[in-house]
């Protein structure tokens, strides 16, 4: 059964710093990983998605590396911005499930 | 931009009470799917549908049904409330196959009495 992490559960950083996110899973036999972000009481909005196929994926600040074969994805945030400040989702499609399997999020502040 | 939306933001009902929750998209995409999302549990996954009048279900489906009567329309249905029916209802839709980008909507809180 597929499982993703994402390590740590909450993090406070200073304006402007660079920062990593970190998620895992369990059966290296994806299809894609997705990264969305949600802001409080909000829904969830698309950041990438990274085939199986690919190592990374960027826009703007954002950049997200996959290693399918250790189970590890990251999402790296450049120059961080108080609008930055939100819970981080990823999630891994497993074609033979059918289904998106999210992790629990990290929930990022980034401090003024 | 794709848009989907939720009947309702925040809901109060009483146990008991069938309560229908509806999601609409814009972008005639055939997929669409309903979560709830918990404090500790994350998202899961309740039910899909992948095509009019198709239904299947996720990893969290009693006490739920859903409907899909038109492509753009996918109404999740609890047939009779309970307290631990209380949280927070996410839809999405995405096009072509399954594990293309789902694009969500807003949420509606259930607070169930």
């Known amino acids: 059964k597929q499982e993703v992490t994402q390590i740590p559960a909450a993090l406070s950083v200073p304006e402007g710093e660079n920062l990593v996110l970190n998620c895992s899973f369990t059966d290296s036999a994806i299809y894609n990983l997705q990264w969305f972000r949600q802001d409080p009481g909000k829904g969830l909005t698309s950041l990438l998605l990274?085939?199986?196929?690919?190592r990374e994926q960027t826009s703007g600040r954002l950049n997200a590396s996959l290693d399918k074969s250790s189970g590890r994805s990251t999402l790296y945030i450049a120059a961080s911005q108080p609008g930055d400040s939100a819970t981080y989702l990823c999630a891994v499609y497993s074609g033979n499930t059918g289904k998106l399997i999210f992790g629990q999020g990290t929930t990022l502040q980034v401090k003024p | 931009d794709v848009k989907v939306t939720q009947s309702s933001r925040y809901l109060v009902k009483r146990t008991g009470e069938k309560v229908f929750l509806e999601c609409v998209q814009d972008m005639d995409h055939e997929n669409m799917f309903w979560y709830r999302q918990d404090p500790g549990l994350g998202l899961r996954l309740i039910y899909f549908?992948?095509?009019?009048?198709?239904?299947e279900k996720g990893d969290i489906p009693e006490g739920y049904s859903v409907s899909r009567e038109k492509k753009e329309r996918f109404s999740l249905i609890l047939e009779s409330a309970s307290t631990n029916q209380t949280s927070m209802y996410l839809c999405?839709?995405?096009?072509?196959?399954?594990?293309?980008?789902?694009?969500f909507g807003p949420g509606t809180r259930l607070l169930v009495l």
């Open positions: 549908s992948y095509d009019v009048k198709m239904k």
């Open positions: 990274i085939q199986s196929s690919q």
């Open positions: 999405a839709s995405s096009w072509g196959a399954p594990g293309e980008t789902q694009y």
